[in-house]
């Protein structure tokens, strides 16, 4: 047997370092308090999950870093995850030459009396459950006992040194309106014909009362304050639909419409009013299309969204003929 030429190579510092950096990560926060009470804060792209139960996560931090004591005197500290458009604010924790990172950033108090960054992504509040040395780091590893999942933005991402933004062309494509909402429509009710066909194949019992319970939440909101949710609550509805399918290349396609159908629903969402944005009557058109999956009924699901899929675009032109 050969060897790979490729994995004999000198260990080369750097190199492994750009070797490193093209597994992309997410970047988040890290908050505590120090011993004097004041609120200890960095960036990091070293978090992860560990286990589900118990519920724990880590992450690590340099030696040579000023703030290690803090952490590892602390009982407490927080994850607070990035999104996209909080690049600034990962600058300025990241930076050695800002004294109070806090100062003008929007905070509150987690558990623990931990700092807690407003605006985030997600942020989970962890109690320190051990610590480990390894080589130039201290790896913590946190037990979560509350989390919060606020946004559904996309995360801010660090990929070979730099941020990456992610779905950077279909963000261009929804801002700029080269793609007309009649066509994202049009392009939807195509591509879910055929996930809607393979969910009533392949979908699970676990995935249709996955589905039925996400129907139940999304019926409670009916208040004026809860369109811009309800809205993005149907989007997430079909989502579940592409997940029952089970077919990881439909997946990609249908996310990248799911990701134009979100911001566009976001600016649709600043713009009417709420009676505009309540549709009853697209309610029973999706329990009717869980009633057919369940059922293995391909022919009463696609009728259920094509029904589903002309109101959606009748409305639209509606609008558009009124504006």
């Keep these: 047997m050969t060897a790979d030429t490729h994995t004999l190579t000198a260990f080369d510092p750097?190199?492994?370092?750009?070797?490193?950096?093209?597994?992309?990560?997410?970047?988040?926060?890290?908050?505590?308090?120090?011993?004097d009470g004041q609120p200890v804060g960095l960036t990091c792209n070293?978090?992860?999950?560990?286990s589900l139960d118990p519920p724990l996560v880590l992450w690590s931090l340099r030696r040579a870093s000023k703030s290690l004591?803090?952490?590892?005197?602390?009982?407490?500290?927080?994850?607070?995850?990035?999104?996209?458009?909080?690049?600034?604010?990962?600058?300025?924790?990241?930076?050695?030459?800002i004294p109070d990172k806090f100062e003008g950033t929007p905070c509150s108090t987690g558990h623990g009396g931990v700092p807690l960054v407003e605006g985030c992504l997600a942020?989970?509040?962890?109690?320190?459950?051990?610590e480990y040395e390894a080589g130039d780091?201290?790896?913590?590893?946190?037990?979560?006992?509350?989390?919060?999942?606020?946004?559904e933005d996309d995360p801010l991402v660090f990929y070979k040194g730099a941020y990456m933004i992610l779905a950077q062309s279909l963000r261009e494509l929804a801002s700029d309106?080269?793609?007309?909402?009649?066509?994202?429509?049009?392009?939807?009710?195509?591509?879910?014909?055929?996930?809607?066909?393979?969910?009533?194949?392949?979908?699970?019992?676990?995935?249709?009362?996955?589905?039925?319970?996400?129907?139940?939440?999304?019926?409670?909101?009916?208040?004026?304050?809860?369109?811009?949710?309800r809205a993005r609550a149907a989007l997430d509805f079909f989502n579940?639909?592409?997940?029952?399918?089970?077919?990881?290349?439909?997946?990609?396609?249908?996310?990248?419409?799911?990701?134009?159908?979100?911001h566009a629903v976001n600016t649709?969402?600043?713009?009417?009013?709420?009676?505009?944005?309540?549709?009853?009557?697209?309610?029973p058109l999706r329990r009717r299309m869980l009633e057919c999956l369940r059922a293995r009924d391909q022919d009463g699901a696609l009728a259920a969204m094509e029904t589903y899929f002309s109101h959606v675009q009748r409305f639209q032109s509606e609008r558009n003929a009124a504006q």
């Design 177 to 229: 309106e080269r793609m007309s909402m009649s066509a994202l429509i049009e392009a939807r009710m195509n591509v879910y014909s055929i996930l809607l066909k393979l969910a009533c194949l392949k979908g699970s019992t676990a995935d249709f009362n996955e589905i039925e319970a996400h129907l139940d939440t999304m019926e409670a909101l009916k208040q004026r304050g809860d369109m811009a949710s």
């Design 14 to 35: 750097m190199e492994f370092r750009r070797a490193l950096g093209t597994f992309p990560t997410g970047v988040a926060i890290i908050t505590t308090c120090g011993s």
């Design 69 to 97: 004591p803090a952490f590892r005197a602390a009982s407490h500290f927080a994850i607070n995850v990035l999104a996209e458009d909080q690049r600034e604010l990962s600058a300025r924790f990241a930076s050695s030459s």
């Design 240 to 262: 579940l639909v592409t997940q029952a399918a089970h077919n990881d290349v439909l997946s990609i396609v249908a996310q990248s419409l799911r990701t134009l159908m979100h």
């Design 46 to 50: 070293s978090f992860s999950s560990v």
């Design 123 to 130: 942020r989970f509040h962890c109690s320190t459950y051990a």
């Design 137 to 151: 780091h201290y790896i913590f590893v946190g037990r979560v006992e509350r989390f919060e999942h606020h946004r």
């Design 268 to 283: 649709q969402a600043a713009q009417m009013t709420w009676p505009a944005m309540h549709q009853p009557e697209l309610t």
